[in-house]
């Protein structure tokens, strides 16, 4: 059974950082792409970042670039989401997932190349 974990949300002022983390179990992690999605009441869920399987490519939504960085660590299982400079249109629930394929060398972007999803953390950014 796969299992797919999120945690560090929270809420923070605008300019200010949180750091998610997602741990995943159940699959062997380290051969597949991992990506994070965010969601707002009333709107499709939407790309954020990603990740390829070995972690050489990365791959950011416009909205995130430059504020946001991508990583994981195949020997704990886990990917993280560094978020700085936060803005409060980036409160969210923010959601991670595991790619559909293994060993691919692109970054997926759409929520029906993800397979296995977390339950979310709440992200809010107060201004």
């Known amino acids: 059974q796969v299992q797919v974990i999120e945690s560090g949300g929270g809420l923070v002022q605008a300019g200010g950082s949180l750091r998610l983390s997602c741990a995943a179990s159940?699959?062997?992690?380290?051969?597949?792409?991992m990506g994070w999605f965010r969601q707002v009441p009333t709107k499709e869920r939407e790309f954020v970042a990603g990740?390829?399987?070995?972690?050489?490519?990365?791959s950011y939504a416009d909205a995130v670039k430059g504020r946001f960085t991508i990583s994981r660590d195949n020997a704990k299982n886990t990917v993280y989401l560094q978020m700085n400079s936060l803005k409060p249109e980036d409160t969210a629930v923010y959601y991670c997932?595991?790619?559909?394929?293994?060993?691919?060398?692109?970054?997926?972007?759409?929520?029906?190349?993800?397979?296995?999803w977390g339950q979310g953390t709440q992200v809010t950014v107060s201004s």
């Open positions: 997932a595991t790619a559909n394929n293994a060993f691919v060398f692109y970054i997926a972007t759409t929520t029906e190349q993800y397979r296995y």
């Open positions: 159940g699959r062997t992690f380290s051969s597949y792409g």
């Open positions: 990740i390829t399987w070995n972690g050489a490519s990365t």
